[in-house]
Each structure stands twice: as C-alpha cells, then as structure tokens.
C-alpha cells in the first residue's frame, strides 16, 4: 500500500525545549493513524510538520508524495489543535466560507448532513454548544473531500455523545477510502478509530503498530482490581499474585472464570471489600508500561504480601 | 480566476463579520464624527488668526479623513490577524489553496469599502455642520484607496509583532498619533520647527494629505502625491503580505 505520509528523523526545538526528537513514521493511505501522547508530547509540533506550517531543525517529510510545502491544497483538510472560526457567522456560512477557499467543495447541506447539524445550520458558531461547534470544526476540514485529513484532537472538551459522533463520522471517513492521521491523548479513541498507533512521548516515538498487537505485545495480562476497606495486615496472609494500590489490590492474570476462586481467597481470610472490577489490558497499560509511567497509577510492583512484610505498600 | 473568488470568500465572510459586530460598527463610523464634532463644531477653525486651527475649514479635510485612512485600517488589520492566531485559523488557511496576499486583498477590500463610506458620511457631516463646501475631484476616491492599502500592510506588519489585540491597538496607537500630527494634516508645517520639517516628508501619511488637500482645497492636480502613495501602498502591502503568520 502507498503511503500518503512519511516522515523521516523529524527533530524540533524550541529554545531548550525538544519538542520532536528524530521521529519517523508512515501512514498507509486510507489508513486511520493515530498519534497518541500527553499534552507537551509533541503531538501539534509533529502535525504542523507534516502540514508545512512551522519549519523543522532537521529530517523530511512526504505528504502525497511531495514536500509539505508543495502539497496540493485541495487534497488536504486539517483541522487544528483548539481551532476557533470566526464566530458570528452560522455554520452553513462557515462552511460556504471555507469552500469557497478551493476550487471545488462539496456541497454544503451534504457536509451539514454528514456532522449532523442540518438542523442547527442558521445558527451562529458562538451559539452553539461546545460538541456542535467541534463538529462545525470537522465539517470546515471536509468542504473540499480531501484525500488526506489532519484532526488534530479533534474531541478535546466535548461531551461523550459528541465524541462518539465524531467518532462516527472519522468511521465513515476511513470507510470511504480518506487517509486519516489524528492525534488525541484518549487512549479508548486511538484504540477504537485507528488501524495503527504511534505513541509519542517527549518528542519521541516509543512503539508503534495496530493497537491490538501493541496491547498483546505489552498490554500484560487481565487484572482484577479489589477495593479494599481493612488494613494492610489482611494481605499479608493472602497466597495470590497480586500487588498493592492506593486502595486495595490488582490481581494480575485473572481470567473471568477465576474471578469466583479470587472472591473465596479473599472470604476465607476475611478480606473486607467494597468492589472488583475486571479489566482487560488496554493501550493505556501500553503506553503506560513503555514510557515508565506505571507509578503514577499507585501500583507497586511487587507483590501484594512481600510489599506490606516489608513495609513498603502504598496503601 | 480562483484567486479571484477565493479573495470574493475571505471579503464576504470578513464584511459579514463585520457587521454583526455592533459595536465595531458603531465605533468606527462615530470615532471620525465625533472628531468632526470637536474640532469643525466646538473648537472651530480661525482664519484670521492664529494658532492650531489658524487656516479654513476645508484646509483641515486631508486631517479629518486621514484619521480615518490611518487608524481604521491599522486597528481593524492588525485586530483581525490576532484573531486569527489565537483561533489557528492561519494554520488552517496555509493548508488551503489560500495565500496571505489573497487573505490580505479580501481584509483590505473590506476596509476600502467601510473607509470609503466613512469618509463620504464625513464629508457630508463637515458640509453640514461647517456650511464648508467640499470640493469633490475624483481623484479623492484612489488617494483613499492607496492610503488604505498602505495602511492595512502596516496594520498586518503590527499584527505580526504584537501578540495579542490589546498589543495590536496599544502599537497601533503609538504608530498612529504621532503621523496624524507630524504629517500635515491638523498641524500646517510652518508651526513645526524649521529643522524638523524635511522629517514631515518621511511620514507616508504626509503624500495623502498634501495630495487630498491639493484635490479638494487648493484646487491642483495632486497626481506627484498619488504617484508616491500608489508606491508606497505597493511596498507596505508586500511587506503586510509576507508578514502575515502561517501558524498559531
């Protein structure tokens, strides 16, 4: 498959600060690929380098085949990181306004249909709620049906339901051949939208690939995560593979069926507990194991009854 | 030929917001009345004497309308390109077919056509008002362009400096006051100190003046003076052209 995108030992700096540091990456076309970090990762400099919009310190890039300066700006659509529009206008005057940007756009109801603000289209952008305006936003970036679209956290401070729409809508898009590249720092969208990941972190890509090779890769096994109510001297006793949370236990390696042998372990020495939740390994595990963040969950990693004979559980 | 309707976009789209900017409205058509006001009604011009307003009525037009030419385009310019950085929306339109000199065309456009009617509701105030008869030559109608096309590639050139709206109006103002006074519009050149005045013919607001005074006072031709302000409005559009930021 040809690749709409390559981006080859991309480095940036500002001052001192390393925003990208020697990243390189491909996107396949009609692929949706999604770039995933923390606010600060790197995530918009790295858009703004494939799009031309900020120039680099070193390394190339290839949009469609050409320097991103050079690409044909009616094949792209882009839509920027906390992107406003001019706000007195209604969204079928914005997006009557960015079409008239190219020399062929779609229609305007089709692109109001396709967000689903046909409804809402004589409204005022500043009017509209937070999700209607992020969805007047993606509309803008597909006035001209490009080939190759840039969301640059396209769901940022909107509602689950709006979310889940735009959700939809990049599904659709994807489906009808579009190359998508997103970066977002919800780690359920990349999971749920992209063919494959990128997982940036300080300016450097640690891993990539499809996210359900990169949660068998490095995901680890289920959990199941015990809120506890009594004191660290009940986990002393128990004979279980488990480590110590800031409130109670995760038991790695527990399959659903298991689940019923772990509650009579935890009966039979009288372990007070308030829930259990079983969870499968996700891409946030990934991306917390691979870029060393895992503390920060208040996990310890060692064993439940080592940690609290030793005096070092975090409880 | 798309440029052209691209252009035709970015002006319907910023005339419109324009408009639905009440107070934007309101202020930049009663900022000049309101110096008509001062200076035609309650101050009043002395013929006969002397001092600041020593000279008719119809000698101080160029000063009246260059306070349009002058502190419209700069503020609404400059205004419009922060807007645009805090919105991204320059680095949305450098992915678009878009260029910045199109995107500055289509804002200058706009402004010729608010200063133009701004403009023609001054003239038609100080006539009532004063009972000043304003000559009329054609050739107001391009001086006004050019000082606008001018002045909007220093408003975009400040837009690109300052960081911010407030840093837009606080720079546009301290470009904007010194010219009005130092460039023959309210202060005739013969009440400046004899060695400042070779400086007067620096100021790029000096060549509107002195040709919109030549066309509607003192009745010459004022085509050397549209000739300098047709460069220069060139000179400032590129240099607002290449100015204009292609990212937040």
């Known amino acids: 498959m040809a690749a709409a995108v390559t981006a080859d030992s991309l480095s940036k700096r500002y001052g001192d600060t390393v925003a990208l540091d020697g990243v390189s990456l491909t996107v396949d076309t009609g692929e949706v690929f999604a770039l995933v970090g923390p606010n600060g990762a790197g995530k918009t400099t790295l858009v703004r380098s494939l799009t031309g919009t900020t120039t680099l310190d070193s390394g190339s890039v290839s949009v469609l085949g050409t320097s991103p300066g050079d690409t044909d700006g009616e094949a792209i659509g882009l839509l920027p990181q906390s992107f406003r529009p001019p706000e007195r206008l209604t969204a079928r005057e914005l997006l009557t306004y960015y079409g008239g940007l190219y020399d062929e756009s779609r229609p305007v109801d089709d692109v109001l249909a396709d967000v689903g603000l046909d409804a809402a289209d004589d409204t005022w952008y500043t009017n509209l709620s937070g999700g209607q305006q992020r969805r007047v936003c993606v509309g803008i970036t597909l006035v001209n049906d490009p080939d190759l679209l840039f969301l640059d956290e396209p769901t940022t401070g909107i509602d689950p339901a709006g979310r889940q729409s735009l959700w939809s809508l990049v599904s659709d898009l994807s489906a009808s051949g579009t190359t998508v590249f997103l970066t977002t720092h919800y780690m359920e969208e990349a999971e749920t939208l992209a063919d494959r990941v990128a997982l940036l972190d300080d300016g450097s890509v640690v891993e990539s690939g499809p996210p359900a090779t990169l949660v068998e890769t490095y995901g680890g096994g289920t959990h199941l995560r015990v809120e506890t109510s009594g004191g660290d001297g009940q986990l002393a006793t128990l004979d279980i593979d488990a480590t110590a949370t800031e409130d109670g236990l995760r038991v790695s390696n527990v399959s659903p069926e298991d689940i019923g042998d772990v509650v009579g372990i935890l009966d039979r020495h009288g372990v007070e507990y308030e829930s259990l939740t079983w969870t499968e390994p996700s891409l946030e595990d990934v991306y917390l194991r691979l870029t060393g963040d895992e503390a920060d969950d208040g996990e310890t990693d060692a064993p439940a009854a080592d940690a609290v004979a030793s005096g070092s559980g975090q409880r | ?248």
């Open chain 2, 1 to 248: 030929m798309s440029s052209v309707l691209r252009v035709g976009s970015e002006a319907r789209t910023a005339w419109c917001s324009f408009l639905r900017r009440r107070t934007a409205v309101f202020f930049t058509f009663g900022f000049p009345l309101i110096l008509v006001a001062i200076f035609g009604v309650v101050v009043q011009t002395n013929p006969t004497g002397s001092g600041l307003f020593g000279h008719p009525t119809g000698y101080y037009v160029p000063g009246y309308l260059a306070i349009i030419v002058l502190f419209t385009p700069l503020t609404r310019i400059g205004s419009s390109i922060a807007r645009y950085r805090e919105g991204n929306r320059f680095e949305k339109l450098s992915t678009t077919p878009a260029t910045p000199a199109e995107w500055l065309a289509a804002h200058t456009l706009v402004n010729v056509g608010i200063i133009l009617l701004a403009s023609a509701v001054v003239l038609g105030v100080l006539e009532f008002l004063t009972g000043w008869s304003v000559v009329l030559s054609p050739l107001l109608v391009p001086f006004v362009v050019f000082a606008v096309v001018m002045f909007c590639g220093l408003g975009a050139v400040l837009g690109r400096v300052a960081d911010s709206q407030d840093g837009v109006v606080a720079a546009s103002n301290a470009v904007a006051l010194p010219l009005v006074f130092l460039s023959e519009t309210f202060v005739a050149p013969e009440m400046l100190p004899a060695w400042f005045r070779p400086a007067v013919g620096l100021s790029p607001l000096t060549y509107f003046a002195r040709g919109v005074r030549k066309v509607t006072y003192l009745q010459e031709s004022g085509l050397s003076e549209l000739f300098v302000l047709a460069l220069l409005a060139a000179v400032f559009f590129g240099l607002g052209a290449y100015a204009i930021p292609q990212s937040g």
